[in-house]
Structures are given as C-alpha cells and as structure tokens.
C-alpha cells in the first residue's frame, strides 16, 4: 500500500483527526471496518503459510517488499475489523524508509482510543502486525558503522 500523507507523522496526526469526528465506539468500529474495505487485493498465491501472520485469533497474510529506503507492506485478514487495523497500520508504516519506520511510534493507537477498546486477542495481532513491519524495517536497516 502507499502512502497518502508525506509522513508516518502526517498519517498519524490524518488518523486521530478522522476518528475524533465519530462520537462513540460503535462508528469508530464501523470506520474501522470501511477503511478495511479499502485495502488493495492481495493475491491468493500469497495466502500461504510463510506469509501468514502468526499471534493473531484472525487470519492474516502480510508481505514486504522494497529496499531501505521504501518499504511497501501488503496485508489482508478474514476478519473485517482487523482488516481496518491493518489499514491503519499500513496507512503510517508502507511506503515509508526503513528509518522512518523504526523511528515511528505507533501513537495513532493510544490516540482514537483503540488501545482501551481493542479485546486482547485483536491487541496481541496487532502487536504482531506491528513487530513483523519492524523486525522487516530492521532487516533492511543499512549496517552501523
């Protein structure tokens, strides 16, 4: 997915100002779920067991691609509202530099609230889309000299 703000901060600042719009969780869920809708088509070749996201209650496919200075994450889930977390996920991180990405605290979360209003199971996949998008970002991090 690429980006649609400039930076990971702009896409987190986009995110909290979309969701202080909705009064109550039950829109903030439907929002969550609309923009889920909006992933692109992940390929059903790549819905194997090496791209499966593991940590999560749902099915999650996620795949990485580019280099240190843009990364692009394509990712799906069977579960429409986790579908939305990885919109947002990928909203801040894909299409970003591995720096960027390290140095990007997914505030967004703590921000609309979701960290109080996710069940612990959706916070642990989460947590695993969240680590999988590092851990690749390190691995293209340019060896320290």
Not at 11 to 17: G, K, N, S, W
Not at 43 to 52: Q, S
Request: glycine fraction near 6%; aromatic fraction near 8%; charged fraction near 20%.
């Amino acid at each position: 997915m690429r980006p649609t703000e400039a930076s990971a901060a702009a896409a987190q600042a986009a995110i909290a100002e979309e969701f202080g719009f909705f009064g109550d969780w039950s829109e903030r869920y439907q929002y969550l779920i609309d923009l889920g809708r909006k992933l692109p088509p992940f390929p059903e070749a790549d819905k194997t067991e090496a791209n499966r996201l593991h940590g999560c209650q749902s099915m999650v496919w996620i795949t990485a691609s580019g280099d240190a200075s843009d990364l692009e994450f394509h990712a799906i889930s069977d579960s429409s509202i986790v579908s939305g977390l990885i919109y947002l996920a990928l909203r801040v991180y894909s299409g970003r530099s591995a720096a960027e990405i390290l140095a990007t605290t997914p505030d967004y979360i703590a921000g609309i609230g979701l960290a109080k209003h996710l069940s612990p199971t959706r916070s642990n996949g989460l947590a695993s889309l969240l680590q999988f998008i590092q851990d690749t970002a390190r691995r293209h991090q340019p060896p320290q000299e």
